[in-house]
Structures are given as C-alpha cells and as structure tokens.
T-cell receptor, first 112, second 112 residues
Framework: DTEVTQTPKHLVMGMTNKKSLKCEQHMGHRAMYWYKQKAKKPPELMFVYSYEKLSINESVPSRFSPECPNSSLLNLHLHALQPEDSALYLC???????????FGPGTRLTVT | QQQVKQSPQSLIVQKGGISIINCAYENTAFDYFPWYQQFPGKGPALLIAIRPDVSEKKEGRFTISFNKSAKQFSLHIMDSQPGDSATYFCAASTMSNYQLIWGAGTKLIIKP
C-alpha cells in the first residue's frame, strides 16, 4: 500500500462549527505532515509529527489543533475557523528522517 | 536565502515538444532537489528528485539538469503530452530539518 488517504474530500463548515480532518498511511512512515494550500500557491507547512510527537509547528493559529493517535493516523481538529482558512488541506508522510514526502489527495475546506 | 525562485509562471508547449522549467536557489546547504507534479484538485506527486553530486537524472521522459556552480536546476519534459498539463513545483531541502522550500509553481499547458 503506497497511498496516503484523506477524509473527507470536501468539507463546508460555518465559523462556529467544530470538525476534523483525517489522514491515514500504511507505508510504515514515521513522519507525517499537514500542509495548507491556497489556489495557485505552493503548499505551506503547518505541522510535522515525527514518531508520533509534534516536532514542528509553523506558528499556526490555535484554531487548528493537530493530533497523531498512532503511527498511521493524523488528525487536524478545526474550530472557530475564518473564511480565509478556506483552502486545500494536504497530508503527507515520509520516512523519518528522510527527504521524500508523499502527499494525499487533500481535503477541500470551505468556511462560510 | 531560503527562497527557491521558479520560472516561468506559466508555459504553453505544443504536443511533442520539450517543456523546460527552471529553478534557482541561494542556500548552498540545500542538498535535495525534488520536482512535484500537481493536477487540479489533487495533492502534489513526487515526480523526480536529484542530489547535488550528479548533474543529470533521467526517468522516462522527465530529466532534471543540475548546475551546482550556477545554483540552478531545471526540469525537462521530452515529447510533451496533453496528459502532462499540470502545475509543476520545484523544491529544495537540507539534512538539517528535511523541510521542503517550494518554488512558486509553473502552470504547464500542452496543446494538442
């Protein structure tokens, strides 16, 4: 299995809602990443987990809360988001340490 | 110094032609240079990558050329096909943290 899966594919939420994005990989990778991508821009790194521990938080607002329950799963909990948070949220995984990162298809998030 | 500059922003190539996308960097500590291909609504896919100890790497129709002294690298797509139409991102990374520094992206359109 060489895939990173993400659910849901699309999510529409109001500014007062609480929702979660999920990411799963079964490649034995021990590094997992959350990225945010706006239209026509490269991905922006949000969080990095290495061996289930948060190793990098790129000054992301607290309305985004990551969680790594085990080595295969990565969640991103969302609450009180703003319309400007609408974007494609990408999960990636890779060996730790390693250069290669493999991306999932993303979750298209719209905040109304 | 952490930037990777990518050009052109957009590129139109006739089917069967050669597509060339260029990237330049300043940080000499970069030691891994990948190219990612991204189709609309999908996550980036690792296409090909090179380390600075080689000047060229070829995989099928895709070739990376690397010029260490000029601090430049480029992606060549031979016999370009309509299915190659996508956004291409170059990136660079170092062993210190393996984080990817992304170029701005090139939207490639192959005309049939």
């Amino acid at each position: 299995d060489t895939e990173v899966t993400q659910t849901p594919k699309h999510l529409v939420m109001g500014m007062t809602n609480k929702k979660s994005l999920k990411c799963e990989q079964h490649m034995g990778h021990r590094a997992m990443y959350w990225y945010k991508q706006k239209a026509k821009k490269p991905p922006e790194l949000m969080f990095v987990y290495s061996y289930e521990k948060l190793s990098i938080n790129e000054s992301v607002p607290s309305r985004f809360s990551p969680e790594c329950p085990n080595s295969s799963l990565l969640n991103l909990h969302l609450h009180a988001l703003q319309p400007e948070d609408s974007a494609l949220y990408l999960c990636a995984s890779g060996q730790a340490p390693s250069y290669e990162q493999y991306f999932g298809p993303g979750t298209r998030l719209t905040v109304t | 110094q952490q930037q990777v500059k990518q050009s052109p922003q957009s590129l139109i190539v006739q089917k069967g032609g050669i597509s060339i996308i260029n990237c330049a960097y300043e940080n000499t500590a970069f030691d891994y240079f990948p190219w990612y291909q991204q189709f609309p609504g999908k996550g980036p896919a690792l296409l090909i990558a090179i380390r600075p100890d080689v000047s060229e790497k070829k995989e099928g129709r895709f070739t990376i050329s690397f010029n260490k002294s000029a601090k430049q690298f480029s992606l060549h797509i031979m016999d370009s096909q309509p299915g190659d139409s996508a956004t291409y991102f170059c990136a660079a990374s170092t062993m210190s943290n393996y984080q990817l520094i992304w170029g701005a992206g090139t939207k490639l359109i192959i005309k049939p």
